[in-house]
């Protein structure tokens, strides 16, 4: 998946489909057609005292389907810091975070400040909640409790590697969708982001947009390109998977497998270096004892789960391994699951769950995390045997993962199929896209995004930041990788090849 911390941290929720087919595109859909007038924007002072100075925010009105656009109208919440340097201005630069289920408008409060001061007023800022997310319009599913925590969302095998109850949940939740979403549920697309994007655009009065897109904000940035690239002036993807029809989505999430297993050595050398001892957080003696520490210590807590600071929620061998997802999201996170390891191994202690394990998500994010996967892409026909076969041999090849990265989604499930194929991303375009790429990210991992790096062709350059971690620039990077991004979108000027940046 950067963002808020539920929502970005479920980038790999969002990876649940395999596509039916390919397709291409280099302008608006054929089917959609032109809505009669811009829409007027209303800017007025945002709701959230928290927000940087200058923050404003506004409704969108988009059409619920782009074949009938002065139809019913869905809202867009959509925010923007103007630049506060008329003289230096350049464009629009539009921010587009992880999921699905990331709050452009929460991102761009986050990153607001640090972008002013490295952009220097070349842009004024903008940002969009998805529909289906924050302050846009919402759908829900009417979700049972236990269905909607994230060891539940995230199709976390049994102790054993069984997956019945995987399959039950992922059948219960893709009804409970069918049932209680309605047409609002359906309209939670890639596409219909990317559309409700140059809506915006058009709203903005811009002729071009300049776009910064992290996690699944790569796909949905890769995919506006693709279907306007007239409209695109300087773009990054920092965080990219592999773009292929055929792996959108349930590609993304089988990827994390060896993801997690390229990021994890950071984190076990973090974890025996003798500086942890002076915090009481060193787990081993040496970084290669890490590893077996952990896999033994979730494998206890799946036979006998340890009773948490959280009444009724205990946590389990499932949850141990959630919270190791997330952790190595960043270097900073590293702190707090080693302190979690230290309490579940320490029978005086009750462990304190991270906020992300502690309470079920909320009915409406839940419904857009499921729906956008299971609306772009088809799921596979596939027998519940060949789904356990994959879980065995995964669990056996990343036992960090412990096969859920290829197990059942409700997507296998769904009533409503895609009401288009996804869009092949292609060299047909203008050569004006940044890429930037962790050495070993998690959620993304550089072979993925070498995928995006290859389909893209002359279109990009391509950053690579040799350390581990999942979005990069003005977060997890370096100074390097943010010289990089910021020279190209107040400059223009990007490497004339692809290259490295070391720490």
Same mark, same amino acid.
């Given at each position: 998946?950067?963002?808020?911390?539920?929502?970005?941290?479920?980038?790999?929720?969002?990876? &649940?489909?395999?596509?039916?087919?390919?397709?291409? &595109?280099?302008?608006?859909?054929? *089917?959609?057609?032109?809505?009669?007038?811009?829409?007027?924007?209303?800017?007025?002072?945002?709701?959230?005292?928290?927000?940087?100075?200058?923050?404003?925010?506004?409704?969108?009105?988009?059409?619920?389907?782009?074949?009938?656009?002065?139809?019913?109208?869905?809202?867009?919440?959509?925010?923007?810091?103007?630049?506060?340097?008329?003289?230096?201005?350049?464009?629009?630069?539009?921010?587009?975070?992880?999921?699905?289920?990331?709050?452009?408008?929460?991102?761009?409060?986050?990153?607001?400040?640090?972008?002013?001061?490295?952009?220097?007023? #070349?842009?004024?800022?903008? #940002?969009?909640?998805?529909?289906?997310?924050?302050?846009?319009?919402?759908?829900?599913?009417?979700?049972?409790?236990?269905?909607?925590?994230?060891?539940?969302?995230?199709?976390?095998?049994?102790?054993?590697?069984?997956?019945?109850?995987?399959?039950?949940?992922?059948?219960?939740?893709?009804?409970?969708?069918?049932?209680?979403?309605?047409?609002?549920?359906? !309209?939670?697309?890639?596409?219909?982001?990317?559309?409700?994007?140059?809506?915006?655009?058009?709203?903005?009065?811009?002729?071009?947009?300049?776009?910064?897109?992290? !996690?699944?904000?790569?796909?949905?940035?890769?995919?506006?390109?693709?279907?306007?690239?007239?409209?695109?002036?300087?773009?990054?993807?920092?965080?990219?998977?592999?773009?292929?029809?055929?792996?959108?989505?349930?590609?993304?999430?089988?990827?994390?497998?060896?993801?997690?297993?390229?990021?994890?050595?950071?984190?076990? *050398?973090?974890?025996?270096?003798?500086?942890?001892?002076?915090?009481?957080?060193?787990?081993?003696?040496?970084?290669?004892?890490?590893?077996?520490?952990?896999?033994?210590?979730?494998?206890?807590?799946?036979?006998?789960?340890? =009773? !948490?600071?959280?009444?009724?929620?205990?946590?389990?061998?499932?949850?141990?391994?959630? &919270?190791?997802?997330?952790?190595?999201?960043?270097?900073?996170?590293?702190?707090?699951?080693?302190?979690?390891?230290?309490?579940?191994?320490?029978?005086?202690?009750?462990?304190?769950?991270?906020? =992300?394990?502690?309470?079920?998500?909320?009915?409406?994010?839940?419904?857009?995390?499921? #729906?956008?996967?299971?609306?772009?892409?088809?799921?596979?026909?596939?027998?519940?045997?060949?789904?356990?076969?994959?879980?065995?041999?995964?669990?056996?090849?990343?036992?960090?993962?412990?096969?859920?990265?290829?197990?059942?989604?409700?997507?296998?499930?769904?009533?409503?199929?895609?009401?288009?194929?996804?869009?092949?991303?292609?060299?047909?375009?203008?050569?004006?896209?940044?890429?930037?790429?962790?050495?070993?990210?998690?959620?993304?991992?550089?072979?993925?995004?070498?995928?995006?790096?290859?389909?893209?062709?002359?279109?990009?350059?391509?950053?690579?930041?040799?350390?581990?971690?999942?979005?990069?620039?003005?977060?997890?990077?370096?100074?390097?990788?943010?010289?990089?991004?910021?020279?190209?979108?107040?400059?223009?000027?990007?490497?004339?090849?692809?290259?490295?940046?070391?720490?």
């Amino acid at each position: 998946m950067t963002t808020y911390p539920k929502k970005a941290l479920l980038l790999a929720l969002a990876a &649940a489909s395999v596509a039916a087919g390919l397709t291409t &595109a280099t302008a608006a859909p054929a *089917a959609a057609r032109p809505t009669t007038a811009a829409p007027q924007l209303g800017w007025h002072t945002c709701a959230d005292p928290d927000v940087p100075a200058g923050q404003e925010c506004a409704e969108l009105p988009v059409p619920l389907d782009y074949d009938d656009p002065d139809g019913r109208q869905l809202t867009v919440a959509v925010s923007r810091i103007r630049s506060d340097r008329p003289e230096a201005r350049r464009g629009t630069l539009v921010v587009l975070p992880g999921g699905p289920g990331g709050s452009g408008v929460q991102r761009l409060k986050q990153k607001g400040d640090a972008l002013r001061r490295e952009l220097g007023g #070349a842009y004024d800022l903008v #940002a969009f909640d998805p529909r289906g997310v924050g302050a846009s319009t919402t759908a829900t599913c009417g979700l049972a409790l236990e269905d909607r925590y994230l060891t539940s969302l995230r199709s976390w095998p049994g102790p054993n590697g069984e997956i019945t109850e995987n399959v039950a949940r992922s059948r219960r939740i893709a009804e409970a969708c069918a049932r209680n979403g309605g047409p609002e549920l359906r !309209s939670f697309t890639t596409a219909n982001q990317v559309r409700d994007m140059d809506r915006f655009r058009e709203a903005l009065g811009e002729r071009k947009l300049s776009a910064w897109g992290t !996690s699944y904000g790569t796909y949905v940035g890769a995919v506006y390109a693709q279907k306007y690239p007239q409209r695109t002036d300087r773009w990054v993807l920092d965080s990219s998977g592999d773009p292929d029809p055929r792996r959108v989505a349930r590609g993304w999430l089988a990827n994390m497998s060896q993801g997690a297993a390229d990021r994890f050595p950071d984190f076990a *050398a973090w974890a025996a270096h003798p500086d942890r001892d002076g915090d009481g957080l060193r787990l081993a003696g040496r970084p290669e004892e890490v590893e077996p520490l952990v896999v033994s210590l979730a494998a206890v807590l799946d036979r006998a789960p340890r =009773e !948490s600071t959280t009444p009724g929620v205990p946590l389990t061998g499932n949850g141990l391994r959630q &919270a190791l997802q997330n952790a190595l999201y960043s270097d900073s996170a590293f702190a707090a699951f080693a302190r979690l390891v230290k309490e579940a191994g320490d029978p005086a202690k009750k462990p304190a769950l991270p906020r =992300e394990l502690a309470q079920p998500i909320p009915d409406p994010d839940a419904a857009l995390m499921v #729906a956008v996967i299971c609306n772009d892409v088809a799921w596979p026909d596939v027998p519940t045997a060949s789904y356990q076969r994959a879980v065995d041999a995964d669990r056996a090849r990343h036992p960090l993962t412990a096969g859920m990265p290829v197990n059942v989604l409700p997507c296998s499930f769904w009533k409503d199929a895609p009401a288009q194929k996804p869009t092949r991303i292609t060299d047909d375009g203008p050569s004006n896209v940044l890429m930037l790429q962790s050495r070993r990210d998690p959620a993304t991992p550089l072979f993925g995004g070498l995928k995006m790096r290859e389909a893209l062709g002359d279109r990009a350059r391509l950053v690579t930041v040799e350390q581990g971690g999942h979005g990069l620039y003005l977060g997890n990077g370096n100074a390097c990788g943010n010289r990089a991004v910021t020279e190209f979108l107040t400059t223009g000027r990007r490497p004339a090849r692809d290259t490295d940046c070391a720490n």
